[in-house]
């Protein structure tokens, strides 16, 4: 085989591209002895920019309450610009909505506990996601769909100790 027909996977660079902390009942919140609900929201979103590069964008978002009130909000949006070339156009849609934001998700959930920490709250650790599952069902419920663009969508509830 030639060298121009061997897959081609390779990380560029990883970094954050946008990141927001809201702590609105500050600084009463912090005098709150309930443990708070976590939501959590995860959109994955891929974006071909040059021949064979792509961005992956693998955006996060953590509520925290305690009742009504908002204890803190962080918005991470985690991103990856990756080559993909030489890849086969079924697998194409896998390597960008699966492999991609499995690389990115521990960035951002390291990032989440660290904002958090630095708010003055507990770390939070975001449990680990199955990105293949979600793939699977996002292609389900999108069959028709053909976009270059793919979109995943994944919502989290949890309970923090």
Aim: aromatic share 6%; charged share 25%.
């Amino acid at each position: 085989m030639s060298e121009q027909q061997q897959p081609v996977f390779n990380i560029q660079k990883i970094h954050v591209k946008d990141l927001s902390l809201e702590i609105p009942h500050a600084p009463s919140i912090y005098l709150e002895r309930e443990a708070p609900e976590i939501n959590v929201q995860l959109d994955n979103k891929n974006e071909c920019f040059d021949e064979g590069m792509y961005e992956v964008l693998l955006t996060g978002i953590v509520t925290a309450k305690i009742k009504d009130k908002v204890m803190f909000l962080v918005e991470v949006h985690q991103a990856g610009i990756f080559q993909v070339r030489n890849i086969p156009e079924a697998e194409m849609k896998p390597v960008l909505g699966i492999t991609c934001p499995n690389i990115l998700f521990p960035y951002l959930r390291e990032t989440v506990s660290d904002i958090v920490t630095r708010a003055g709250f507990p770390a939070i650790l975001l449990n680990p996601v199955n990105f293949e599952a979600i793939y699977q069902r996002n292609q389900q419920q999108n069959q028709p769909s053909a976009a270059v663009e793919e979109k995943s969508s994944a919502a989290v509830e949890e309970k923090s100790d």
